[in-house]
């Protein structure tokens, strides 16, 4: 167990609708990043959050957003959702953003109908 | 260019035969370089990290071997075990503000008994 939770394990939802994930990252890490995984694609880095704040973007849709609260837990949103947003999101979570282990949680699996 | 380069996608191996699995990088700014272990169903786990400053790491039966010049590493998987069949993951992060993860495709290891 990495110490990282993360909520719903599964997700089944209809194109064009919207969904929250939420991730808990491990006590007293500030660092939450999110990443997705697909089959083809493989694990894809989305946003990094840093005790509150944005501190990097990766092949993130516009169509997704993200934020990380004062208690340190994060949520990744995800709107106007497509059959190929399909995959396994994570949220990974780290000390510092100098440090660079990263603990990931189990991830959501999101299936998109 | 942020690329890993992992192989070979799949590995068969005895037990207690000698697993490899190697990436390449392209981006001389990764001065991070984990591996990660990763069962159906679960998120990846990290099971062991090296810096470009050593060209060998060992933890138990798992060793990363680096070599910065040709920018490449591997990890060896010694005594390879039923229980070590997984897909294995390795990744790179570098220096600027963010430290978030560029992964490789990943290799399915599967070890007969």
């Known amino acids: 167990d990495s110490g990282v939770t993360q909520t719903p394990k599964h997700l089944i939802t209809a194109t064009g609708q919207r969904v929250t994930l939420r991730c808990s990252p491990r006590s007293g890490d500030l660092s939450v990043y999110w990443y997705q995984q697909s089959l083809d694609q493989g694990l894809q880095f989305l946003i990094h959050?840093?005790?509150?704040?944005?501190?990097a973007k990766g092949n993130i849709l516009e169509r997704f957003s993200a934020q990380q609260f004062p208690d340190l837990h994060s949520e990744l949103n995800l709107s106007s959702l497509e059959l190929g947003d399909s995959a396994l999101y994570f949220c990974a979570s780290g000390e510092d953003v100098s440090y660079n282990e990263q603990f990931f949680g189990p991830g959501t699996r999101l299936t998109v109908l | 260019q942020q690329q890993v380069k992992q192989s070979p996608q799949s590995l068969i191996v005895q037990k207690g035969g000698i697993s490899i699995i190697n990436c390449a990088y392209e981006n001389t700014a990764f001065d991070y370089f984990p591996w990660y272990q990763q069962f159906p169903g679960k998120g990846p786990a990290l099971l062991i990290a090296i810096r470009p400053d050593v060209s060998e790491k060992k933890e138990g039966r798992f060793t990363i071997s680096f070599n910065k010049s040709a920018k490449q590493f591997s990890l060896h998987i010694m005594d390879s075990q039923p229980g070590d069949s997984a897909t294995y993951f390795c990744?790179?992060?570098?220096?600027?503000?963010?430290?978030?993860?560029?992964f490789g495709k990943g290799t399915k290891l599967t070890v007969n008994p």
């Open positions: 959050y840093y005790n509150g704040e944005e501190r």
């Open positions: 990744a790179a992060s570098g220096q600027g503000g963010s430290e978030k993860l560029v």
